[in-house]
C-alpha cells in the first residue's frame, strides 16, 4: 500500500469470505498474521533470549562520505576541511560535524572497515538493503522484510513494515512476496492522507457490499489462480479498514508530540521522520527506514555533505536518546549508512566520486555493544588497515543484526527458482556484539 504524495527528489534522479479464505489470504501479509501463528513467532522470539525485537534503518541515499563523518582524517592530502572532535567513547573521534552524535557515541558502534564490490547506486543500494549482490534470476528482501517474515507482532492494526521518504529503491518484499513490501509514506506532519472516511458509515458498509459483489462476478468463471490474488486483495481492503479505524494511526503524525522534543530532532523533514520512526517502534512496528538523499557529492562535496549531516546529526542523536529514555534502544536495532562511501582523493570538481572499499556504517542498540569501533582506514583512505576484526562485508552486517533479533541467519528459504538460500551468508561481527 503507498500514500500517493510527491517524495523529495533525491539521487538518480467485505464483509462475507470464509474462514479458510482469509486464513489463507492472511497467511503471508506481515501486518495480517493470524493471530495463533502471531502469537507463536512473538514466543519463539521471547524464547530466542534475543534482546532486540525491532529495527530503525536510517538510510543515507546517494553514499555518505566516511571522511566528512564517522572517519575522519584531518592534516592529511584527503581530509578536506574536516576537522575530529573527541566523543563521548574515550579515543574515538568523528567529525567536527556532527557534536551532537559526538555526544551519544557510547551508545553506537563504529564499522569503519566496511567494504562492497558494488560501486552503482541501483546495485549497492540493493547489496545493502539485502545483503546480497544483485542477482539476474531473483530479487532477495530487504532487512525489513525478512524480519517481518520471521518475526510476529500482537495486536498490532498498522503495517509492521514502513519507509519513510521512500527513495527510488525502497525496501521490498522480494521474493517473499509482495506482501512484504514497505508501507511507503512522507512528511509525518499532518495525518495520513485518503485515510478518514469521507461517508457516513451505512454509506460506506453498501460500498463494501457492492465491491465485493463486483469481486465476485468478475472471478467466476476465470482461472482458480486468481483465487488466491482476489482474496489477498479483499483481505487487504479488509485491513485498510481496520487500519482507518485504529488508535494506532496516530504513530504516523508527530503534531502532538511536544515541540521541545520536535526541535530536538530538527525542523527538517528527515527529522520529523526519525522521531515518526521512534513512534512508530514504540507502537509496535518491527521495521522503519527513514531516508535522507542528496549524498551524491561529485560536486563541492564538503557544501553537500555538510548539508546532509546538519540534518542527520541532531535527528540520529536525538533518536538514540528517545528510544533510550523511552526503553526501546535494547529492543530495537539502529543502522544509519549509505550504498558505499566517497573517493579518499577530492576530484578537480572539489567533489568525492563512489567508493565501496572501506567507508562507515554506525549500529546502536539491542544487543550492540556501545563504543565499539571495529576497522580503521590508512591515512591516504585507500585501503583498510587490518585490526580486531578485519574488513567487515554487506553480508556481515546483516547477519549481526539478525542475531541481535534472535533471526537464525542460517536459515534456508525456498526460492521461486528452486534454489535454497540462506538468510544471510555471512557472519556477525563478534567485536560489537553484547
Known sequence: MTIQHSPSGGCGGPDHFSRRTLLKAAGGLPWLTPLAAQLAAAAAADKSGAPAKSVIVLWMQGGPSQLETFDPHPGKMIG????????????????????????????????????????????????????????????????????????????????????????????????????????????????????????????????????????????????SDLEQNRTLHLATIDKAITMMNSEQIKAFNIEDAPQSLRADFGETPFGRGCLCAAQLIETGVRCVEVTLSGWDSHINNHELQSGRIAE???????????????????????????????????????????????????????????????????????????????????????????????????????????RPMAISEGKPIAGILT
Open 80 to 223: 578536506g576541511d574536516t576537522k575530529r572532535i573527541a566523543t563521548s567513547t574515550p579515543g574515538v573521534e568523528i567529525s567536527h560535524l556532527m557534536p551532537s552524535t559526538a555526544e551519544v557515541m557510547n551508545r553506537i558502534a563504529l564499522l569503519r572497515g566496511v567494504t562492497s564490490r558494488e560501486g552503482d547506486h541501483e546495485r549497492a543500494t540493493y547489496n545493502m538493503k539485502t545483503g546480497y549482490r544483485p542477482d539476474p534470476t531473483l530479487i532477495h528482501p530487504t532487512i525489513g522484510a525478512v524480519t517481518c517474515h520471521e518475526l510476529g507482532s500482537v495486536g498490532v492494526e498498522i503495517p509492521r513494515h514502513v519507509s519513510i521518504f521512500p527513495d527510488q529503491w525502497p525496501a521490498h518484499g522480494g521474493f517473499l512476496g509482495n506482501k512484504y513490501d514497505a508501507f511507503k509514506m512522507y512528511d509525518p506532519r499532518g495525518d495520513l492522507p485518503d485515510l478518514p472516511r469521507r461517508v457516513a458509515d451505512e454509506r460506506f458498509a453498501q460500498r463494501r457490499q457492492d465491491l465485493d459483489i463486483l469481486e465476485r462476478s468478475f472471478t467466476r468463471g476465470r482461472r
Open 312 to 418: 542527520l546529526d541532531p535527528a540520529f542523536s536525538a533518536l538514540v536518546r528517545l528510544l533510550e529514555e523511552r526503553d526501546l534502544l535494547k529492543s530495537t536495532v539502529v543502522l544509519c549508512g549509505g550504498e558505499f562511501g566517497r573517493t579518499p582523493r577530492i576530484n578537480p570538481a572539489g567533489g568525492r566520486d563512489h567508493w565501496p572499499h572501506g567507508f562507515s556504517v554506525a549500529l546502536a542498540g539491542g544487543g550492540i555493544r556501545g563504543g565499539a569501533c571495529i576497522g580503521e582506514t590508512d591515512p591516504a583512505g585507500s585501503k583498510v588497515t587490518p585490526d580486531l576484526a578485519g574488513s567487515v562485508g554487506i553480508a556481515d552486517i546483516h547477519a549481526t543484526i539478525y542475531q541481535t533479533l534472535g533471526i537464525d541467519y542460517h536459515h534456508m528459504y525456498d526460492t521461486p527458482i528452486g
